[in-house]
């Protein structure tokens, strides 16, 4: 299969299981009360499921298990995405302090620094 091909048949798949994940994710949503309420800030009405990020992590592991050799060398991505999503879960549903979340998101993306290798050059101009 010519590599364009596959680039593009990984990108439909992700997109379709996202899609599908959502579907699937929705309801189990108001069953374990995983939802976004109106007040303060938010005006949208009713109680609004936010299982986008973990419907988006499940499409992006699809995607990333349908492009050549990807998913081996994403591992690391693997595990600090899935760390991302599951403390934007818990904040989602039990309300962290912006300290919890910082020294959240801090230890998940370790696995991307010492184990991927991965730094920032700089913060820009």
Known sequence: MMPGYSFALAAFGSMAITVAAMSVLRPLAYIVDLLDRPGGHK?????????GGMAMLV???FGLS?????LASANHFIV????????GMFD????????MRLVGQFVAVLPMVFGAGVYMHDFGD
């Open 43 to 51: 005006t949208h009405s009713g109680a609004v499921p936010v299982v």
């Open 59 to 61: 499409g992006i592991v």
């Open 66 to 70: 349908l492009a050549p050799g990807s």
């Open 80 to 87: 600090s995405a899935t760390l991302l999503v599951v403390i």
């Open 92 to 99: 989602d549903r039990f309300t962290l302090s912006p300290k």
